[in-house]
């Protein structure tokens, strides 16, 4: 074999090293890429099924209490109103940016809202409070309250994963080449981060 042909298969197979190289590193980073989303898609999956649970809760909620209270109509108008409009967002997918986490927060901020008045209205009738199906409605209530906020916590922690990856040089080569962008976070308020106070 002569020394050109050395030299052409020493390159042939530089460029080959060089291509399959490349070629895992892309590769690689990609398939990461797509865990770490495919990570947010399920911890925002949970917090959906959390928000659903509540929204569920709801009608035994307000029946419960207009057993009691049945002149309370602005409250439950309120609270049906706060229901159908955090419905509407149920089985949305992961937000894709801060305006749309921001009108998933309105609507889950105004049921919140909701049931704290309607709680608050429960705690005029001392017969409602002794009611064996409103103590219960109450604990799974408080309980779905708890789920969300973990949900919540969970889907913040994958976020951050994902959003720290695709920043991160080099991955932000593969991340910008393939349309992945960072994904909102929780931010809401002290206020609508809370459970209701369901302690009678």
Do not use: C
């Amino acid at each position: 074999m002569s020394n050109s042909s050395k030299k052409i298969l020493i390159v042939v197979a530089a460029i080959l090293v060089v291509a399959f190289a490349a070629y895992r590193f892309f590769v690689g980073n990609y398939n990461s890429i797509v865990g770490y989303d495919e990570a947010v898609e399920a911890a925002w999956a949970q917090v959906q099924n959390q928000y659903q649970r509540r929204v569920d809760l709801i009608p035994n909620l307000v029946s419960t209490v207009k057993g009691y209270a049945s002149h309370e109509k602005d409250t439950f108008v309120q609270v049906t109103q706060a229901r159908a409009a955090a419905e509407s967002m149920a089985g949305a997918g992961v937000p894709k940016d801060a305006a749309e986490m921001e009108k998933i927060q309105a609507a889950q901020n105004s049921l919140t809202a909701g049931v704290r008045n309607l709680l608050v209205v429960a705690e005029n009738y001392p017969e409602l409070k002794a009611d064996q199906n409103f103590l219960a409605l109450q604990d799974q209530l408080e309980g779905t309250e708890n789920r969300i906020a973990v949900a919540r916590q969970d889907y913040n922690k994958a976020v951050q994963k994902y959003n720290t990856f695709i920043r991160r040089f080099p991955q932000s080569l593969v991340a910008n080449q393939h349309g992945f962008e960072k994904r909102p976070q929780f931010a809401a308020s002290q206020e609508a981060q809370s459970a209701p106070k369901v302690e009678f």
